[in-house]
């Protein structure tokens, strides 16, 4: 039995603060370029805003990419196109700089932070730093067996919240949240599909490699049977992420929900990362408040889950590499938003309404300009 108490985040997440909001709508307006005209970009500027509880917005500069890393033993259905087991070596790659998600971070200068939560690999293979939340070494295959039990979902949960109190404390002001992981989007459909209440193949997609049609059907049957091991569980959170997602997932959650009470603001990547965030509106409806999709990856999954959450991304670029690189890609965008709402000179005074200045004065020039009314001639009446 979880000792956890999921529904003290409900208390516990704030909603930005809608009256910082209004302040940044009625400075937007005052701005020498009109409101809407920087189309997303105003929204943007007014959401940071609102998260930061500061007008004008203050810059976003010391942003971080947080990639939580996992095997899920369902890989080894032939439900990816890598094999069973390789998260390690996608992880090895992105600290030596070879990934695209090392390449954009190294451009930006965003510093890149991996999580080992259940690689399948020897820890002794990786930097402590790395390892030194790892919940377990891999994961249960979801259509026949739990991915954890309920103490390693626990846990792993409790590491996300920790992995988010580590990152706010250290001053970092925006997170592009991702996963490294093989088998990971098998898991994310099971979520989607289970929170949504839709079908497996609705949130079939092809993965970060396009696997061929007998693959995807594999997928498919993989998701139908892990759902059905996932609707009785349904309202147990922790539960269902320990029945059918696996510890990078449950961190990824409990990440989520704790920069929200953290006031955090997180730029989601794919669907993994859209999966959790569906999971941590579950326990806390206020939390997607604080998230932004970074982008639409294509897969059908991701799309289900941000309409149920209300999230339209911000780029649509088709990436389905995953690891955080298209929400990567999305970073300069909410760091010129910020910019042009906190740089743009208001107006003038004298030329802030102008066009009721002129009415006010036009008004004064036709009454002074009115003719005498014309006085009739006595005697003129009944002519």
Known sequence: MSSLNLDDFTDLIERPDGGVRRDAEARRERQIVPPGSLGRLDDLGEWLAAAQSAVP????????????????????????????????????????????????????????????????????????????????????????????????????????????????????????????????????GVLVAALCGTDASVVTGRGGLAIDDLAWMRKCAAIRDALRRARPVLGDQLRLLATVG??????????????????????????????????????????????????????????????????????EQGMTVGEGAGALLALPLVQAAAALAAELPERPEAEKEPDAEQGEQGEQASEQEKPEEAQAPEGAEGV
Request: net charge negative; hydrophobic share 50%; with cysteine.
């Open 57 to 188: 917005v203050r810059p976003v500069e010391r942003p971080r990419v947080i990639l939580f890393a996992g095997d899920h033993g369902i890989a080894a259905r032939g439900v990816s196109a890598r094999p069973a087991g390789s998260a390690a070596e996608l992880v090895r790659a992105v600290l030596e700089g070879g990934r695209p998600v090392s390449v954009l971070a190294r451009r930006l200068g965003v510093p890149v932070r991996v999580v080992d939560m259940a690689l399948d690999c020897d820890p002794d293979e990786l930097p402590a730093d790395v390892v030194r939340h790892r919940v377990r070494r891999g994961s249960g295959s979801i259509d026949v067996e739990d991915a954890l039990t309920l103490e390693e979902a626990e846990a792993a949960f409790l590491a996300g919240v920790a992995v988010a109190d580590e990152e706010a404390d250290s001053g970092t002001d925006l997170v592009v949240l991702g996963d490294v992981s093989v088998g990971g989007t098998t898991a994310a």
């Open 246 to 315: 696996g510890a990078d997932l449950a961190a990824m959650t409990g990440f989520l929900l704790q920069s929200a009470v953290r006031k955090l603001p997180v730029v989601l990547d794919g669907v993994v990362a859209a999966a959790c965030a569906l999971v941590g509106q579950r326990i806390a409806f206020r939390a997607p408040d604080w998230w932004l999709a970074g982008h639409g990856s294509g897969e059908p999954g991701q799309a289900k889950a941000l309409d149920r959450m209300a999230l339209e991304p911000l780029l």
